[in-house]
């Protein structure tokens, strides 16, 4: 066993030129790579110094196999120093800061002896200051035009991108040896003053002498199919390093002209700057053969798909699955159905105990190929005993005992993860309790799906699954779906009722159904509901049961509620008890007396609603099981029942039309008066307006009026009980003016947010005359869905629908990439105990959580105490 | 405390109430949270309020000010130059 340490801290620097040549094995001398026989060339980018590429070869250099050979860097001195591009900003500022002869700070002594002693006061306890104290100092002696120490006089230093820096003065163009004996003339103490750690960092070293070639293990080449060999990109761009040094060698040995050296350095630099970076301004990117530019060391480590991003904080994990999901209404909120096939892949360790060892001797008796198995044993000694390739699993589930370590299948009631991406809250991973199904799809219950944001049209999920026993218990305690029922994000559950839910638990709880002793029994069946049934409403001429008295069943004997059902407006509004309309909720002491079940009641995303009152009431256990058997019964009376929707739910007769042509034909008119208005001159303005966009204005206006009398028309001819009506107002799905569009007439299409009118030269399509801005010229659209858009009204829709898709694409971008750093930079904030809100090392953020410390989980719309439902529930109805 | 300034800003409407602690106050609610004075929220001193109570680099201030969701809430800020 190797001791454990713990890293303290990380300090980042420069390597020195010494460093990098005492850290070298072997020096890289040569361009080429491969001999003719195809071995790797001693002294080339390939040599075998560098570390084993190839297992059971043994490294020359640390004599270790391939697994244990770290690899070794090599080195390359340059003929003449270059830039290293990550550090031009550092050598800017410091050869500005300095005197061009003495290499000093430009600042007198005693001044630079004052700032490193507060510097050095400063250091630990305002590290920021510090900073800042160091920006201060540079930026001053920037601004000096006379050496303080030895008077010589001081010109201004151009940058040119990307590596060219210019003495506005005598010197001219500096090259890098004459920059690097500036840098290395500089005192360490005023390094130090302007904040660089000589001992380190020497911003000389930024000045690269000698080039480190990191070990082949850093970039491997690639065995093609064809089997050539392809190389790295970075060992690439080393041999074009190489073979410009030598030539740089070569033409400086021979005293070629200056011109050509100067033109051979600058091809270095060229080379070695993209092999740092190949993105840098002004640089052309080094390109592959093929086209593309390469990827070099910043690219590595840069952006989504580098080291960081993608390796470091995004690895890939064991024990998780993913695939499809689809719904299935009969497992409970809390579960998730997992296919056998999956369930035989992911495992848990099970420590062998004497009261488990016979269960865990069935599993290994079973193997891997038989569910429910086992995949592996583990042996006290840490042996793994793999039993896909064992042969006699009998002896290996007799040798069990405690002390062994059994990975099993995942079973029935094991407590698995769940996820799916985007994971934009934290709802979107919850611990599941699995069930092992047949098929290959994950299995959801479909009141969880508001929490995942997920629907069944092909998404997929992620599934994780806790290998040890505080994770596990971890995920039963706190991440348990049931735990997430009620959302932080605002006071109400997140989980609940939708679609189908909602209209079956309206048409259960509607006045008008009455259900037979037969009905009652399969719908108490369907929830394995065991108590009495209870007295039927209706004894005469036929006993019968309201579908008020089954839901009763279901609540706490003491549970209170009251509020107005969604369905509750226009002629069918109650506010009180005292109502007709049966669209009043009314709940006394966990009997339902009155009103119906709908969105306002059950659903998902209703606070206050009798839902959210039973899980702060009754607890998330209950609130569970109120949901699995509310939800199942529902379903059974619209299976029961029937639920569908007919094109008769959204026909008028042609009478309706004549009506709606009719109200179109008034519009037309009142828009016409507007313009003859607006070209008199005489149009009231709005304030705030001009006079185009009162027109404007005042034409939508009149469209949506006529639009919404349609709709009325529309609505007044159909039956207000019908399978649309019922699934708009119980809030189950669609809305007034869905059924409007269906019905009576589409109305006005706009592009952000003003009716269309670009296209052709003032007019939308060639057809139409220039200037004209009537309705149909601008795109409203006169017909309903049923009766058919014409091909006019059907562009305008869809210019309209585009804006649409175009906005969610863009709107989900920019809110990503928001989401991104708020998350980066509030990772590590944290309500602690004492109620305080810190960031990592103990920065007060706030003195107390929100102020009040109040979870907004455990309220209702954020109210920490919501006295009007206290009252209620204790004294009952009769209040407010 | 300048004469210079137009009106009172510290009888203003939206101006919390400010308050420079004693040493002996400040120590008790370093303790009590358990920070270090700049792990405390700043205020400059050239914050008008600071100057107006005269509150200098080092010192801590005791800030009441109303809160939506409490009512009222006591915070401390510690007092930065600049
Ligand atoms: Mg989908
Ligand atoms: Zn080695
Ligand atoms: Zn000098």
Not at chain 1, 499 to 516: E, M, N, R, V
Not at chain 2, 34 to 54: F, H, K, N, T
Request: net charge neutral.
């Amino acid at each position: 066993m190797v001791a454990e340490k713990e890293i303290k801290s990380i300090k980042f620097g420069i390597l020195s030129p010494d460093m990098i040549r005492k850290m070298s094995t072997t020096a890289i001398v040569t361009p080429d790579v491969y001999d003719e026989n195809g071995m790797p060339v001693k002294g080339g980018v390939m040599d075998p110094k560098l570390g084993v590429i190839e297992p059971d070869q043994r490294c020359e250099t640390c004599g270790n196999k391939l697994a244990l050979c770290p690899g070794h860097f090599g080195s390359l001195e340059l003929a003449r120093p270059v830039i290293h591009i990550g550090f031009v900003k550092h050598i800017y500022e410091l050869l500005r800061a300095t005197c061009r002869k003495c290499g000093k700070l430009k600042i007198p002594e005693d001044e630079i002896e004052r700032y490193l002693r507060l510097l050095e006061k400063l250091r630990d306890r305002w590290p920021q200051l510090a900073e800042s104290l160091s920006e201060y100092v540079k930026r001053k002696a920037m601004k000096v035009y006379e050496c303080p120490h030895c008077g010589e006089r001081q010109y201004r230093i151009r940058y040119e991108k990307p590596t060219t820096f210019i003495e506005e003065g005598p010197l001219g163009k500096l090259t890098p040896t004459f920059i690097r004996d500036w840098l290395s003339r500089i005192p360490d103490r005023h390094l130090r003053v302007m904040g660089y750690d000589p001992e380190t960092a020497h911003p000389a070293w930024a000045i690269i002498t000698v080039l480190p070639v990191p070990p082949i293990a850093v970039r491997p080449s690639i065995l093609l199919e064809t089997g050539i060999r392809a190389e790295d990109d970075l060992t690439h761009k080393l041999v074009d390093i190489i073979r410009t040094n030598e030539r740089l060698k070569e033409a400086i040995n021979v005293g070629s002209p200056e011109i050509i050296i100067e033109d051979l350095w600058d091809l270095l630099q060229y080379h070695i700057t993209t092999y740092i970076d190949n993105e840098v301004p002004g640089v052309p990117p080094a390109k592959r053969r093929s086209g593309s530019p390469l990827r070099t060391l910043a690219q590595r480590l840069k952006g989504k798909e580098g080291r960081f991003r993608n390796n470091l904080s995004g690895k890939r994990v064991d024990f998780s699955a993913r695939t499809v999901i689809s719904p299935d209404p009969y497992l409970s909120i809390n579960e998730v159905g997992v296919p056998v096939e999956v369930a035989m892949n992911l495992t848990v360790p099970v420590r062998v105990t004497p009261w488990n060892v016979d269960e865990l001797r069935r599993y290994v008796l079973n193997g891997p190929f038989k569910y429910p198995g086992a995949n592996y044993v583990i042996e006290p000694n840490g042996r793994r005993l793999d039993l896909r390739y064992n042969k006699d699993l009998k002896a290996v589930a007799e040798a069990l005992k405690p002390g062994f370590v059994v990975e099993r299948h995942l079973i029935d009631g094991d407590i698995v993860l769940f996820n799916r991406q985007p994971s934009l809250h934290r709802m979107s991973i919850m611990a599941h309790v699995v069930k092992v199904l047949p098929g290959r799809t994950f299995r959801l219950h479909l009141a969880v799906c508001p929490p995942y944001n997920a629907d069944f049209d092909g998404d997929e999920m992620n599934l994780h699954v806790p290998q040890t026993p505080e994770a596990q218990a971890e995920a039963r305690m706190l991440l348990l779906v049931q735990d997430h029922i009620l959302s932080p994000r605002y006071g109400g559950p997140i989980i609940g009722g939708i679609q189908d839910y909602i209209s079956g638990g309206y048409l259960l709880s509607s006045k008008a159904t009455y259900l037979t002793k037969d009905r009652v029994s399969d719908l108490l069946a369907s929830i394995n509901y065991e108590g009495e049934i209870p007295e039927p409403a209706i004894l005469a001429p036929k006993q019968a049961w309201l579908g008020k008295q089954i839901i009763s069943l279901l609540l706490p004997e003491d549970f209170n509620f009251a509020k107005e059902a969604k369905i509750s407006s226009g002629a069918f509004k109650c506010q009180d008890e005292e109502c007709f309309w049966d669209s009043y909720v009314l709940v006394k002491k966990g009997k339902f007396l009155m009103g119906v079940i709908d969105k306002n009641s059950i659903g998902a995303q209703q606070p206050e609603s009798m839902l959210h009152y039973l899980i702060m009431e009754y607890g998330s256990s209950f609130g569970r099981q109120f949901m699995d058997r509310a939800f199942k019964l529902f379903l059974r009376f619209i299976e029961m029942r029937g639920f569908t929707m007919t094109l008769d739910d959204i026909l008028v007769p042609e009478r309706a039309y004549e009506e709606i042509r009719e109200v179109y034909k008034r519009a037309l008119e009142e828009v016409n008066k507007a313009l003859k208005l607006y070209e008199e001159g005489k149009l009231e303005v709005t304030p705030g307006r001009t006079l185009e966009e009162s027109l404007e204005l005042k034409i939508l206006e009149i469209l949506s009026k006529a639009r919404d009398e349609a709709g009325e028309i529309a609505v007044k001819y159909l039956n207000p009980f019908n399978n649309v009506f019922i699934m708009a107002k119980t809030g189950a799905r669609g809305s007034a003016l869905n059924i409007t569009q269906m019905a009576a007439m589409l109305g006005q299409q706009s592009v952000r947010g003003e009716r269309i009118h670009r296209g052709y030269t003032n007019r939308t399509l060639p057809f139409f005359e220039r200037g004209d801005i009537g309705p149909e010229a601008r795109g409203f659209v006169v017909n309903s869905f049923v009766k058919g858009l014409t091909p006019i009204e059907m562009f305008f829709h869809a210019a309209g629908g585009r804006e649409g898709l175009v906005d969610t694409a863009v709107r989900t971008s920019q809110s990503g990439y928001m989401q991104r750093r708020l998350i980066n930079s509030l990772l590590d904030v944290v309500v602690e105990y004492d109620g305080t809100v810190r960031a990592a090392y103990g920065d007060l953020i706030q003195f107390r959580y929100g102020e009040d410390g109040v979870d907004p989980k455990n309220t209702s719309f954020g109210k920490a105490v919501n006295v009007d439902r206290i009252v209620k529930k204790h004294v009952g109805w009769k209040i407010g | 405390m300048s004469e210079k300034l137009k009106f009172k800003i510290l009888e203003h409407e939206l101006v919390p109430e400010h308050e420079v602690l004693k040493p002996e106050e400040a120590i008790e609610v370093l303790r009590s949270l358990g920070v270090r004075p700049e792990q405390l929220p700043y205020i400059r001193a050239s914050d008008p309020v600071a100057r107006a109570i005269g509150a200098k680099p080092g010192d801590i201030v005791k800030i009441t000010r109303k809160s939506p969701t409490a009512g009222k809430i006591v915070v401390y800020r510690f007092v930065i130059a600049g």
